[in-house]
Structure formats: structure tokens, C-alpha cells
């Protein structure tokens, strides 16, 4: 009977003594969860600070995108500025292309230059006729003068001829104005040798009379041989004074035709001018709208693309919020059932030492670590 009371009272202190042991071990437990727990606030609070981070990158790019929308706009202004500077150079084109339309007239009446040359041409040649035939031609030049004055009015209507065209007229025309010079010089020692021969003829005269004496000049005047000659030098004289008027009117006229054409000359590298100075604008303002239009779709490219990486990189920082949202909300749903899970275990310790909840803490632990390594990969 001893010996049974003996061997019971054993197995009760043996019993004891390993629900002691549990009891150790499940408080082991409870502070190794309370350390977990103590980790995984850790791991809340720098959870939070991440995400304020991550926060604060957001609103440091949304401030990056809209200082580059700013500069676009300031860009896009500049755009607007150069086409309304593109405008007033078109304005400026149109109101040259008028006054080319307007200077059309003047080129019209440029066109009788071709014919003047022409008829100067023909003048020098019934020139040098008339100075050979004598009164006569000088008649006839009297009559082509006359017929060139209303040749040159009448061409005053011709087309407008080209340019190398005018050249080459131009040099035909000094041309014939050299070889009028060289016959007016030939002329003026024709007139010179007239001049010579009457003085000679007049110192003979007066020799003669000097020898004679007044009868002699008397019979002398009263000679119809002598009275032939004093014709034939007082024709030549006349001849030769009509002569020297005829050469100051060819002078006259012909300076007149070098005056209009050195006009007409003037006039049109003036035309040619202005249109290479229209061409070189048009140019100009070709290259700086070719230019304007390449910076505007560089531009154009660069924001494209700025703005799907923006929304990309947003897409992607949103999309890791919510995902570390998620992580915190199960966290903290975590927390607080291990809140609940340790007041529970201590309240079934106080009351009873025969329940072993050491299993569900394991499993519990096993869950939380499995937990953390995703978020971390995260």
C-alpha cells in the first residue's frame, strides 16, 4: 500500500515537474513572439518610411514634369512668336511681289531699247553715205533723223527683250557709237582741209589784189572765172557751216540715246537686284521655318517620350505603394492577432497548465517568417 502511495506521489511530482517544464518552455516561447513582434514593428516603421520615401520621389517627378511642361510651353511659345514673325515676313514678300508687279510696266518700256540701237546702227552707216554724197545726203540724214525721232517714240510700246539679248545690243551699240566718233573725226579734218584750202585761197585773193591793185580787183570781180570761184568758196563755206551743225545735232542726239540708255541700264540691275534680294529672303525665311519645324518635332518626340516614361515610372511606383499598402495592412493584421494570440496565452497560463499551445506559436512563427522574406523580396 506504501509502495503504491509511494510510486503515485513519483508520478505526480513527475508530472509536476514536466508541466514546470512546459510552462518554461511556452514562457521561452512568449518572449521569443514578443521579440518577433518587437522585429516586425521594426520592420512597420521602416515599411512607413519607405513609403514615405517613395512618396516623396513621387512629388519630386510630378515637380519634374511640370517644370519640362513649363519649358515646353515656353517653347511652344517661342513657336507661336516665330510663325507670327513668319507671317510679317510673308507680308513682306506679297508687298514686294506687288511692287515687282508694279515695275512690270517700266520693263515694258524698257523694251524699246533694242529697236534704238537698231536704228542707230542704220544711222552711222547713213551717215557715212551722206557725208560722201554731200547735200544731198545730208537731206536724206535730215529726213532718217526724223524718221528715227518717230521710230523711237513707236517703240516706246515693244515687248521687253532678255537680258543677254540687251547686252550684247548694248555692246553692238558702242560699238557703232566708236565708228560715228571715227567718222566725225574724219569729218572734222575734212572740214579742217576745207577750212585750210579757203584761207589759202583767201591769201592768194589778197596777194593778187595787193599786186594788181584796185583796177586789177576791179577786172578781176568783173572775171566770171574769178566770180566762179568766189561762188564755189562761199558754197563751201555755207557746205561746211551745215556741216558743223549737222555734226552738233548727230552729238546731241546721240548723247540723248547714251542718257536713256545708261537709264535703262541703271534700271535694270536695279530690277535684277531686288529679285536676288527677294530670293535670298525667301530663302532665308524657307531655312528658319524648316528649322523651327524640326525643333518643334524634336520637341514634340522628346515630350512623347518623357511622358510614357513618366507614366511608366508612375504606374510602377503606384503600383509598389499599393503593393506595400497590402504588405502593411497584413502586417499590422498580423500584429494584432499576435496581440490577441499573447493576452490569450498568458490568460490560459494563469488559468491552466495542461493546454499546449506551443504547436499554433510555431506554426504562427513559421507563417510571420515566411511573411517577412516575401516582403523583403518586395
Not at 53 to 75: C, G, P, S
Not at 184 to 212: C, G, M, P, Q, V
Not at 326 to 353: F, P, Q
Amino acid at each position: 500500500m506504501f509502495q503504491f502511495v509511494d510510486s503515485g506521489y513519483t508520478a505526480i511530482l513527475e508530472g509536476q515537474r514536466e508541466e514546470r517544464l512546459e510552462l518554461e518552455k511556452a514562457k521561452r516561447s512568449n518572449e521569443e513572439l514578443k521579440l518577433r513582434l518587437k522585429h516586425l514593428e521594426e520592420e512597420n516603421s521602416h515599411l512607413r518610411d519607405t513609403f514615405t520615401n517613395n512618396e516623396v520621389d513621387i512629388i519630386t517627378k510630378k515637380n519634374d514634369l511640370n517644370n519640362l511642361l513649363e519649358t515646353f510651353q515656353k517653347e511652344r511659345r517661342t513657336c507661336l512668336e516665330e510663325s507670327q514673325r513668319l507671317e510679317i515676313c510673308k507680308e513682306q514678300i506679297d508687298s514686294m511681289n506687288t511692287f515687282i508687279d508694279e515695275l512690270k510696266p517700266i520693263k515694258e518700256l524698257l523694251g524699246f531699247k533694242q529697236n534704238v540701237e537698231e536704228c542707230l546702227q542704220d544711222l552711222l552707216i547713213k551717215t557715212k553715205l551722206r557725208i560722201a554724197e554731200s547735200e544731198h545726203t545730208l537731206q536724206e540724214l535730215h529726213d532718217y533723223l526724223t524718221q528715227l525721232e518717230y521710230d523711237v517714240e513707236k517703240t516706246k510700246n515693244v515687248h521687253r527683250q532678255g537680258l543677254g539679248h540687251w547686252q550684247d545690243e548694248y555692246l553692238a551699240a558702242r560699238l557703232r557709237e566708236a565708228d560715228i566718233i571715227l567718222e566725225f573725226d574724219k569729218l572734222k579734218r575734212e572740214l579742217a582741209t576745207i577750212k585750210h584750202d579757203l584761207e589759202e585761197k583767201a591769201l592768194i585773193r589778197e596777194a593778187r589784189e595787193t599786186i594788181h591793185g584796185k583796177s586789177s580787183r576791179i577786172g578781176l570781180h568783173n572775171d566770171p572765172i574769178v566770180e566762179a570761184i568766189l561762188a564755189e568758196e562761199e558754197e563751201s563755206i555755207n557746205n561746211t557751216v551745215e556741216f558743223q551743225n549737222e555734226i552738233d545735232f548727230l552729238r546731241h542726239q546721240i548723247r540723248k540715246l547714251e542718257d536713256q540708255k545708261q537709264d535703262y541700264k541703271t534700271k535694270i540691275r536695279s530690277n535684277e537686284d531686288m529679285k536676288l534680294h527677294i530670293n535670298e529672303v525667301r530663302r532665308s525665311i524657307w531655312l528658319r521655318e524648316f528649322e523651327t519645324n524640326q525643333k518643334t518635332e524634336n520637341l514634340k518626340k522628346s515630350y512623347k517620350k518623357l511622358a510614357d516614361k513618366m507614366s511608366h515610372d508612375l504606374g510602377k511606383i503606384q503600383n509598389n505603394i499599393e503593393e506595400k499598402d497590402l504588405a502593411i495592412a497584413r502586417i499590422e493584421e498580423k500584429i494584432k492577432e499576435l496581440h490577441s494570440l499573447n493576452e490569450s496565452l498568458e490568460h490560459d497560463l494563469k488559468i491552466s497548465a495542461q493546454e499546449d499551445p506551443v504547436d499554433e506559436l510555431e506554426i504562427e512563427k513559421f507563417n510571420l517568417e515566411t511573411e517577412i522574406q516575401r516582403l523583403k523580396k518586395t
